[in-house]
């Protein structure tokens, strides 16, 4: 038999063919390859947004929720003309006696006790984080410290508003006196609202110069240096609270 022979033309055009089909294949795996890789990247970037934006959801359902709960209730007494509106989980002490003493009303989310009796009542010198309404004021002297005016947005009729600073300037207390008040009320009456200092140090101070707290002369026009911090968001209730006091003639 003879061997029969393929013109070189024939098999050249074979062979083109046969690389072209297998260049094809290639090129057609490989750019599904590349959507396959963009598929999945674009999967993983949507779970990355959808988990960041699950989680800012809930810090801003959080932040919403705790803005919401910030004051709910809203105290009236009607004996003496006023009403205040304050956080929901915070306790409240009435002290109306007719034991000689001076009316308070403690709102308060925590009040120091001493000797771990039951807090019966509140007012200038208390530890804790509270706000006391006194309408005949309180049988002592002031606070001592150094003071700012008070910024507080919404209260009315407002003669004295002072805040009491560290020695950093954040505020930790403030006191309001009325230019309008009641027939129930004295002119001594006044709203006092502090917030727990802590790490409190307290020094004297002479001319912004420590002096030694046996020589302190605070009617000699000597004050108190209360040192230490307290929480942010005690003190903007403390501000909110005293802001919602009004009278009710």
């Given amino acids: 038999m003879n061997n029969k022979k393929i013109p070189i033309g024939v098999g050249t055009i074979v062979l083109i063919i046969i690389a072209v089909t297998v260049f094809g294949v290639l090129w057609k795996y490989e750019k599904s390859q590349k959507v396959k890789d963009a598929q999945i990247q674009n999967v993983s970037a949507k779970s990355r947004l959808n988990s960041q934006g699950e989680k800012k959801g809930v810090a801003e359902k959080i932040k919403t929720n705790s803005e919401s709960s ?8 009607s004996k003496y003309n ?16 007719d034991n000689g003493s001076d009316p308070a009303f403690v709102f308060y989310k925590y009040v120091a006790s001493t000797n771990g009796e039951k807090v019966t009542s509140a007012g200038l010198f208390t ?7 006194r309408p005949h004021g309180q049988a002592s002297e002031g606070i001592s410290g150094k003071t700012l005016p008070a ?3 919404g209260l009315k009729d407002a003669n004295i ?3 009491y600073v560290l020695k950093n300037g954040t505020s930790w207390a403030t006191f309001v006196k009325f230019k309008r008040i009641p027939n129930s009320w004295e002119e001594s009456g006044f709203i006092f609202g502090r917030n727990t200092i802590k790490d409190e140090k307290i020094t004297c101070e002479r001319n912004d110069k420590i ?9 000699g026009g000597d004050i108190l240096a209360y040192n230490g911090s307290v929480s ?18």
């Fill in 161 to 163: 508003a002072s805040d």
């Fill in 70 to 77: 910030f004051v709910e209730n809203t105290y009236t007494n």
């Fill in 232 to 249: 942010e968001l005690d003190r903007k209730q403390i501000e909110k609270i005293v802001s919602t006091f009004e009278f009710v003639f």
């Fill in 151 to 153: 910024k507080l947005k």
């Fill in 82 to 97: 006023f009403q205040i509106t304050i956080p929901k989980y915070w306790q409240i002490i009435e002290d109306d006696t």
């Fill in 127 to 133: 530890e804790g984080t509270f706000v006391v309404v």
């Fill in 211 to 219: 002096i030694d707290r046996e020589k302190c002369d605070l009617w």
